[in-house]
């Protein structure tokens, strides 16, 4: 659903890979204490495994030392990305007296060839929303398209620019969140560091770039509250047009996917305007998984078609290959 970049039931890479200069580095290492003078040093070598800890760390903290805010979000971007997502995510609407809704969506990502993305959400719970499809098309960075499908009238309808600041389907999320956000559309400033349940963040402020971002967004700023160690956004703060807090999202229950990629298995938006909450868990979660060009086209999703059904949805499970 929700990008983690910036909305994301986002996923990360922790920095446990070795890049090539660490690997370098080693050997340098190693060879200043193994010789002294042209004389074997009788000080013994260092454990390998510790040696490329130590420089791993180092070479981490000297990047993370001298990294921008731009360059910050640019790593998590790159970090956890996948080719395509599939997934299965079960959302609780809460409202100001404790009131309960529940909603179940199957959701679809896909970068094209052309390095565009490509969304479908499918609801399928409750009865009365079953079949209603949002499906976002970027057509260049930064700019792109969205259609919403009501079975009721078997139509699909084009969002107008104007709609996208609004809240749909009873959720916390606006059409704007759903969409792919182009970094290069946003003034990325590094203005400090926090904590998040305990752990180190960066904060990072993103803002509008032009007039015409500006004009387009609900939104004047959003704070980003990136954990160091995982390069991964832990909370984020909305303020509206005017500068006002309208809500926080934050990431909860952390698990690893592959390698260095973690997902978020709940997302909590606290709307602090309005006194209610979308609460989103996330069931099941494929990667790198094989998503035909065609379920993420306008003809398709007119048809009332579905995609296929997630992988081991009913048992929820994080699935790679």
Known sequence: MIRAGFMSVECCRAGDHLPGSCRLQRLAFLNRFRFSGGHRSARPPPPPLLA???LCLTFH???AAESTGRQIMERQKELHEAASERSSLVMVLVDRKGGKKTRVVRSFKKTLGSGLARSLM???EPAD?????ILS??????KGSQWIYLPASKKLHRLASRAKTDYFMGTDLTYEDMETD????FELKLTGSSQVDGQDCWVVEAVPATDAKRKKSGYSKRIFHVRKDITFTLKVEFFDRRGRPVKTQTSHALEKVRGNMWVARKVLVDNSRSKHKTLLGLATFEVDVDLPDEIFTERFVAAGRRPQAVVGA??????AP
């Open 314 to 319: 009913g048992a929820p499970g994080i699935h």
């Open 52 to 54: 490329i800890v130590v």
């Open 182 to 185: 182009d970094l290069e559309s």
């Open 137 to 142: 098309v970027e057509t260049e960075p930064g």
């Open 129 to 133: 929303l079953d079949g209603t499809s």
């Open 122 to 124: 499918v609801f399928t």
């Open 61 to 63: 903290s000297a990047w």
